[in-house]
């Protein structure tokens, strides 16, 4: 969990399940151990080691399948936050796309100004070098709108 703190899930699973499943491990480790090396230990108390090992093993199997259930369940809650996830992504996608659009019109209105104004100035600039080759005089300081 976040911040090293564990939920009523985590308390339970350390304090009730995880101690049966080790005390399962344990005892069939344990008769295992003494069936291989001391089969006469082992041999003539057969039946009460596997009763023993029996009654831990239900009752691990049952806290075994209840850990895996809670995990299960916390990856469907994690899966569930999931789609809103990408919804956010998706949305924030969209905001920029537009943003971009926007962006590009305003930098192609930008460079049509530009080139409206320059043509104007061209336009000017030679009206007046027709005028002054007209000998019509200088074209110093006039300007033409048109």
């Known amino acids: 969990m976040s911040n090293n703190k564990?939920?009523?899930?985590?308390r339970m699973v350390k304090r009730t399940a995880l101690p049966t499943i080790y005390l399962f491990i344990a005892a069939s480790g344990t008769v295992i151990f003494y069936g291989i090396f001391k089969p006469d230990i082992v041999?003539?108390?057969?039946?009460?080691?596997?009763?023993?090992?029996?009654?831990?093993?239900v009752?691990?199997?049952?806290?075994?399948?209840?850990?895996?259930?809670?995990?299960?369940?916390?990856?469907?809650?994690?899966?569930d936050l999931h789609p809103d996830v990408i919804k956010g992504q998706q949305e924030i996608m969209k905001i920029n796309?537009?943003?971009e659009r926007t962006m590009a019109?305003?930098?192609?209105?930008?460079?049509?100004?530009?080139?409206l104004k320059q043509?104007?100035?061209?336009?000017?600039?030679?009206?007046?070098?027709?005028?002054?080759?007209?000998g019509y005089g200088s074209a110093v300081g006039h300007s033409h709108k048109e």
Request: charged share 25%; with cysteine.
């Open 6 to 10: 564990d939920s009523v899930n985590d």
């Open 43 to 57: 041999l003539p108390n057969v039946e009460a080691f596997i009763a023993l090992i029996m009654i831990i093993g």
């Open 59 to 79: 009752e691990a199997k049952d806290a075994y399948k209840n850990i895996l259930e809670l995990w299960k369940h916390e990856q469907e809650v994690e899966t």
């Open 97 to 99: 796309a537009e943003h």
């Open 105 to 115: 019109l305003m930098t192609l209105e930008h460079q049509h100004t530009i080139a």
């Open 119 to 134: 043509q104007e100035h061209e336009h000017c600039l030679a009206h007046e070098k027709q005028q002054s080759e007209l």
